[in-house]
């Protein structure tokens, strides 16, 4: 007889059942759930290689079509940032040269997609120098988007190679139209055009002084910096000296010299304190050299015409514009818009910056939208014993006309005088020594 308890034999069995169905069960959870994980990555990973060819997925209930299309041209308007191979292999080893000057030269590139672009590699006498450039341009264009401003795409920063990638403007650079072109196959632009160009490039200008979160100005307006597409729409390029400011500053601290001379305005090289209006005065130069379809100096001419803007302010003042309109070869049909521009040109290059008008201003004028007001000698510092006295501010007092241009800046160190009550009402001010 068995010494075990009765029924032991029976209820270890038992146990041994369960325990083995328990066993099977977490199996059974196991694979599920592998079986669950297995088909949660095959769907991510579909999902995933889907989107990668298939970037505009038109499903509501994800994002909508609109909003993933407007998200990609965000992405792709942020700048990149390439590397030195990728830029030597798309400029074929910098083999193909556009252009050059004191900033450094730049080379035309194709990437593989197909993208034309033009890269212009830094350089200068210090490596602080180069990265007070690019750390400009970068920062500058990298919050920038307007129609008349060139578009950055990238950027290289090492060792070997510090580089701007912009869009590749076909139709090269204002000046080489201006200047080189009448002599060659090249299209000479009609003055219809002239015209557009230099409000597109007003319009960049106005944007950049006015539009942006901080006012950006740009220090080196000239028909270099201004690039030609396809369709000559004018684009703003260059900003290795422009400067970031806040609106509420008076004046900008400058640590150098800026601009290029025949264009900078006299504050850049005088000891006066300087605001965004010298990019005024420099567009007022190239207003000049658009009108006149010359530079602005040229010793090979006679004394009388060698400096073309004190020239053609000699002809307004004596009513004989249409010596103007001949020299500078303007039909009939444009010398009103001719007029009109050449009243801009003097009205920005006033040597007091108080008195010229912003840029939003300029715009308006050269639209015809607004009235010109007669504008005052801009040169008469040049000529000892003229004074800028009384008679300015009546001058300027009775020639405001119906324009709205103001000046919320008194930047020379100087006493402000009270003017009628139409210059209160279009906030100009005149300061008086």
Known sequence: MSSYPSGYGDTHTHAAGTSGGIVVVAIIVVVVKLVIIVAVCRYVCNRTSKMQTEPFVNDSRFIPLAMVKFLDDMEREKPIRFTSQQLRIATDNLSF????????????????????????????????????????????????????????????????????????????????????????????????????????????????????????????????????????????????????????NTHITMTGGRGTPGYAAPELWLPLPVTHKCDVYSFGMLLFEIIGRRRNMDVTLGDS?????????????????????????????????????????????????????????????????????????PFSYLFSGVSEGGDSLARMAWNVGGSDWTSSEVVTKSTVVEGTPLMKRYEITIASE
């Open 97 to 248: 040269i556009l252009g050059s000057g004191g900033f450094g030269t730049v080379y035309k590139g194709v990437f593989t997609n197909g993208t034309t672009v033009a890269v212009k590699v830094l350089n200068g006498t210090s490596d602080k120098r180069i990265e007070e450039q690019f750390m400009a341009e970068v920062s500058t264009m990298g919050r920038t988007h307007h129609f008349n401003l060139v578009r950055l795409y990238g950027f290289c920063f090492e060792s070997s190679l510090r580089a701007l990638v912009y869009e590749f403007m076909i139709n090269g650079s204002l000046d080489y139209h201006l200047f080189k072109a009448k002599n060659g196959v090249n299209v000479v632009l009609g003055f219809e055009k002239l015209h557009e160009i230099a409000m597109g490039t007003a319009r960049a200008i106005a944007y950049l002084h006015e539009e942006c979160p901080h006012r950006i100005v740009h220090y080196d307006i000239k028909p270099g910096n201004i690039l030609l597409d396809s369709n000559f729409c004018a684009k703003v390029a260059d900003f290795g000296l422009a400067k970031l400011c806040n609106r509420d």
């Open 305 to 377: 015409q060698e400096w073309f803007p004190i020239w053609a302010w000699r002809k307004y003042e004596t009513k004989q514009l249409n010596d103007l309109m001949i020299v500078c070869t303007i039909e009939q049909k444009d010398e009103e818009v001719a007029e009109r521009m050449l009243k801009v040109a003097l009205c920005c290059v006033q040597y007091r910056p108080e008195t010229r008008p912003v840029m939003s201003i300029v715009v308006k004028m050269l639209e015809g939208a607004l009235e010109v007001p007669e504008p005052l000698n």
